[in-house]
């Protein structure tokens, strides 16, 4: 290269490209920021669902394939929700940084990218359940501001044809001002968004107010007796606090319904099609019972399942009510954001405590569990039973209807497998040689646990002593003492229900319809 006197430099010249073409960039996230910052303000009005950037997620999770839903799950476990969030955002931040570098005053090509990304978010929020063409305004809202802020933002980041000017200090401060203006503006909207969303508009202010339904004294869940709850430290206890509560949905925001706006649609094979409001079901006989929930998706010795106190109505009455089609066999029930889940008639119908529960542990439902009404079925799996947010139910047939997670190749029936787990010595946990206390949780909900059986090093199985069984719908804790002998141990757990079958040693998977398998420790004594 040449360096003579009245040219410029070329090393000099290509870091001030450079920054221009960075702040191009920043220029495209910024608006991009903008448009999902406005969408998530102006969704507090429309309705929470008409978020663009939870739109498309929710949409993107809907009809992601059976291969990336696995994947998800056993890479990011329960934290699948934030990776979700975070790779949206990353590849939205990648798209937008390209749409700031090609946009131009006369060919604004960034400006159509961003028309394009908004309106995969104005297809999404209309394509949710209970959308209406309103819940296009937020993403529509936001891509107005965002193009303007793009252009803005886009012509003061240019190179200008005079290369002096391109490093004086003018511009670019009037660019940096700007910019920063439109991303404080982005990330105020957002932040409004959510914190109005959450607690002034609506569901919280309701749910504070809400009244747990008393409950006759002959339908009060019958007393906890002593020693139900083996009380020892590191094992589970008998009945699980709402905050340990595990959490299993679909729902990327979890639902925020008043009662006032719930509503249960009853229709289908009935002979009366009705429609039950907040009044019309807390008019009727709450019952108090205490049921064990499990997920299907729960490993072997996990911890996918939880007790609790619910407060509920009986679904059987209602069915009743309505006089269901002697060949109808499946209630296909669907909660507000559209999940759905199939539960046999005769399940629901044949005696047990299949319930509407409005309450858990003492307390309305919280958010994340339900709120302001969901399903709680005794020895079903979560996913065809347990519906949250529950607000329309069609009484059908197992041949017409198809479930959320069956046509996601999850089974249809779906009965809780006996299982049971070693809770106490925890993994790891140094032990002494000598008499060693070993306990856990067993469960076969609405069979009961028999026995529970514990051996070592596939030595005898050797019979552990039950905690009371408090009823055939709740867990049942055990405990067993060991004489451990220094070295290296395997500890092996099965439980047998009052049916009489016996934990199958075979290991399966979750998927269809539950793990198998017996739990397995190994501990180490020194
Ligand atoms: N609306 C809705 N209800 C739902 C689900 C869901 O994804 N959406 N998941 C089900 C599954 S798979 C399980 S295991 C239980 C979990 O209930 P919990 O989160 O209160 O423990 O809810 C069930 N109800
Ligand atoms: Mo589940």
Redo the contacts with the bound molecule.
Sequence with gaps: MSISTGERPSVGERPSRRRHLFSRALAGVIAAAVVLGAGELFAVLVGAASSPFFAVGATTVDRSPAWAREFAITTFGTNDKPALFIGMSMLIALIAAVAGMVEQPRAPYGSAILVALGGVGIYAATHRPGATWIFAVPSLIGLIAGILVLRVLTTRARVPENSDAADSPLPRRSFLLWAAAAAAAAVSAAAAGRYLGARIVGAAADRRNFTVPVVPAAQRAPMIVAGTDIGIRGATPFVTANQD???????LQVPQLTTEQWQLRIHGMVNREITLDWGDLIARQPIERVIT?????NEVGGN?A?NATWIGYPIAEILDEVGVAADADMLLSR?S?G?T?GTPLEVLRDGRDAILAVAMNGQPLPF???YPV?QVVPGL???VS????VVDWEITRFDRAQAY?TQRGWAVRAPIKTASRIEVPAAFAPTSPGPVLVAGTAWAQHRGIATVELRVDNGPWQSATLAPQYSLDTWRQWTWQWQATPGLHTLQVRATDLDGNTQTEQRTPPIPDGASGWHTRSITVT
Excluded: M, P
């Design positions: 509560f595990y959490r299993i949905d679909t729902a929930l499990t997920c299907v998706s996918l939880g909660s954001d999940y889940a994340e569990h339900g969901r799996y979560g996913f347990a519906t949250k947010w997670w």
